[in-house]
């Protein structure tokens, strides 16, 4: 059954390697011992991040990411909100291609419904090594079935 889903607001994610994204991410949950119950990956520009985070949480800045737990039980349930376009401006400032940079929002995100914060530098070490792990996955799925990474 499927647990991740792509939706796109005001901007299309067009991008090789979706189902194996998706793949990872359950595989992410697993491998952080949580039941993912549904997750809702929403793919849009700039200025929409920009309302949610003036409504939600006020705040009157641009973001990549904006993750949202809906959990009432220990099976999870998030939702999570991705500026394309700010995933592009900072792939290009860190000279990296605007495929490694989603994928580190895109389990970014994940590991905060897992519980993980990065407001401190001890928590954005910990945060970036996990990312860079799923990150890692990611591609060894390309070669291997998911069944054969080990949590």
């Given at each position: 059954m499927q647990k991740v889903y792509f939706h796109y607001a005001d901007r299309k994610l067009t991008i090789a390697g979706k189902n194996k994204i998706k793949q990872t991410v359950e595989f992410l949950f697993r491998k952080e011992k949580l039941k993912l119950d549904k997750l809702n990956y929403v793919f849009c520009s700039?200025?929409?991040?920009?309302?949610?985070n003036n409504q939600f949480l006020n705040h009157d800045f641009y973001t990549d990411i904006i993750t949202f737990d809906l959990s009432e039980t220990n099976k999870t349930i998030g939702e999570i909100y991705i500026s394309l376009d700010r995933v592009k401006d900072n792939a290009i400032q860190r000279g990296v291609f605007f495929k490694e940079e989603l994928l580190r929002v895109l389990?970014?995100?994940?590991?905060?419904?897992?519980?993980?914060?990065?407001?401190?530098?001890?928590?954005?070490k910990i945060m970036r090594a996990k990312e860079n792990y799923y990150i890692k996955a990611f591609h060894l799925i390309k070669k291997f079935p998911?069944?054969?990474?080990?949590?």
């Open positions: 700039d200025e929409y991040l920009l309302q949610i389990f970014h995100g994940a590991l905060h419904l897992c519980g993980y914060k990065d407001k401190k530098k001890t928590e954005i998911v069944e054969h990474l080990k949590g």
